[in-house]
């Protein structure tokens, strides 16, 4: 038996829009979460705040940001005045937050913004875009809920409500097209910016992952997936790539002084410009017995099999790390002292 037609089913394109954002509005008016980046009503959002909550909000929760927004905002009241801190302040006063690409990215932009804009952000999504570390989502969030422009602000609790209220049946990724679309369809001309962070908070305390709570679920009588009764659906989700194996050595020098050798990561890529003990290449075919020739210098060496750190971390991507410890000479360079 095809699932029930619901009222989002059933109304015209612009009742479907009408209904909806009107829904939702209504509920936020109400039951908005109150956030330390986020204007009260009647307010006008700092561009400065959203954007630095936006990329900090990237891949991490609200709970795990609001000190370090707090903390930035305290020592960085201004773009200016972030844009003038040397990165490795930034960067310091970032850490734990993971994702340190975002750091370098958030420093960047601030610089871009404070030195060739006069301290202005943009108003629109491209010139959003072409600032460092702000791609389409948060461009679209930040011209929506700093400057009140009509932007379809796509997030992960955003897509799981949009994906629940069409049953939409295509795994993720491919869906993701077909979800843009239908938030397009629903966002309204006026007051997208809160409709933005309605669908955010909706997602977030209501429309979750597991278990979400349908019977105060303000969208409850336009969701296709509750009429069928199986919201844990969706999202649906592809299949999961297997993931590559890959092995390598990491060196530990110890100084007679305590501190120990380390370098710094390239600019980009996975931990980009943070510290690590130096290593080897990382492969699928690594030869552990090469370890000795790759030291980064001659040292009294001890082989250790079992697990630091550093291979832990390692492990979770995939790879699997060989630490061989040893202790070393004095060095003029490179040192950290770890006391």
Known sequence: MPPRRTMLDRAPRREKQNDAAALLLAWYDRSRRRLPWRAEPGERADPY????????????????????????????????????APVE???????????????RNL???????????????????????????????????????AFGKRAVVVDGNVERVVARLNSIAEPMPGAKPLIRARMDAITPDRRAGDFAQAMMDLGATICTPKKPACAICPLTELCSARAAGDPDRYPV???????????????????????????????????????????????????????????????????????????????????????????APLLARRLACAR
């Open 49 to 84: 705040a959203v954007w630095l909550s936006e990329i900090m909000l990237q891949q991490t929760t609200v709970q795990a940001v609001k000190p370090y927004y707090q903390r930035f905002l305290a020592l960085w009241p201004k773009v200016g005045d972030l844009a003038a």
């Open 89 to 103: 302040d930034v960067m310091k006063e970032w850490a734990g937050l993971g994702y340190y690409s975002r750091a």
């Open 107 to 145: 420093h960047a932009c601030a610089k871009t913004v404070a030195g060739e804009l006069g301290g202005v952000f943009p108003s629109d999504e491209a010139g959003l875009r072409a600032l460092p570390g702000i791609g389409p989502y948060t461009a679209a969030a930040i011209a929506a809920i």
């Open 237 to 327: 989700r592809g299949a999961k790539a297997e993931r590559p194996r890959r092995f390598g050595a990491i060196f530990y020098v110890r100084r007679a002084d305590g501190c120990v050798l380390v370098r710094t990561r390239p600019p980009k890529g996975l931990l980009g410009g943070m510290s690590e003990f130096p290593g080897s290449t990382w492969s699928a075919d690594f030869d552990a017995r090469s370890a000795r020739d790759l030291a980064p210098l001659a040292a009294r060496r001890q082989d250790r099999d079992r697990r630091g750190a550093a291979e832990r971390h390692a492990e979770g991507r995939g790879a699997r790390a060989r630490r061989l410890k040893g202790t």
